[in-house]
């Protein structure tokens, strides 16, 4: 089970980079500076080349739950929309809340600029610690949530590791006999 339909809305899952993903916009697990890193934010400037950054340094920043839009740059997407998700820390601490946030900011901002197919990686689940299955709960609701009110065709998660796929795969297959 790789698909899911909510309202007009499919929910798709691959397994592999999103740099190269055919989309209109691309998200990025970024940091609140916008200042670039490690894991997907790496590969998507690296991919991207020097032009997000540029933009990434005229907005100046990004609270945690919160997106913006750039350039995609050389990547075949039209939209960067760099969200900040939380950082892990037991889940006490608005966590849960910040990345369903994180998700519908970032389905908002690219439909306010005409996206309708949207790929995002596990935000959160890499540098900053959010548990994968946990993680991979909370993007699902928060997006069958937001699509309803957007004119989004396909959001596609891309997963990068192995786990990361089979906790998708259960959490839509739970989704879809529900
Ligand atoms: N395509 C898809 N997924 C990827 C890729 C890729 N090319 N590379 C890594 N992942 P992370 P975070 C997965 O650490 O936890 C950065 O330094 C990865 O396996 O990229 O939100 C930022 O600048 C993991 O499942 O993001 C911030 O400082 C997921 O992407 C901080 O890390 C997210 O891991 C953000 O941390």
Redesign the pocket.
């Known amino acids: 089970m790789t698909e899911l339909t909510v309202d007009k809305t499919r929910l798709t899952l691959v397994q592999?980079?999103?740099?190269v993903q055919q989309v209109d916009a691309i998200v990025n697990?970024?940091?609140s500076a916008l200042?670039?890193?490690?894991?997907?934010?790496?590969?998507?400037h690296r991919a991207g080349g020097p032009d997000i950054m540029a933009e990434c340094r005229r907005i100046g920043g990004c609270p945690p739950g919160q997106a913006v839009r750039t350039t995609a740059g050389r990547l075949s997407a039209n939209h960067v929309i760099h969200t900040?998700?939380p950082?892990w820390s037991g889940g006490d601490a608005g966590e849960p809340d910040l990345l369903a946030s994180a998700y519908r900011r970032s389905l908002e901002v690219a439909a306010a600029h005409g996206a309708r197919t949207v790929a995002f990686?596990?935000?959160?689940?890499?540098?900053?610690?959010?548990p994968?299955d946990l993680a991979a709960e909370t993007a699902l609701d928060a997006v069958t949530t937001a699509v309803i009110n957007l004119d989004i065709d396909q959001v596609r998660f891309?997963?990068?590791?192995d786990d990361?796929l089979e906790i998708y795969q259960r959490a839509m297959q739970a989704r879809a006999s529900e």
């Open positions: 592999g980079d999103i740099t697990a970024a940091n200042r670039g890193g490690g894991g997907v934010d790496g590969a998507i900040v998700g950082v990686p596990s935000i959160s689940t890499g540098v900053y610690g959010y994968k891309v997963v990068f590791g990361d």
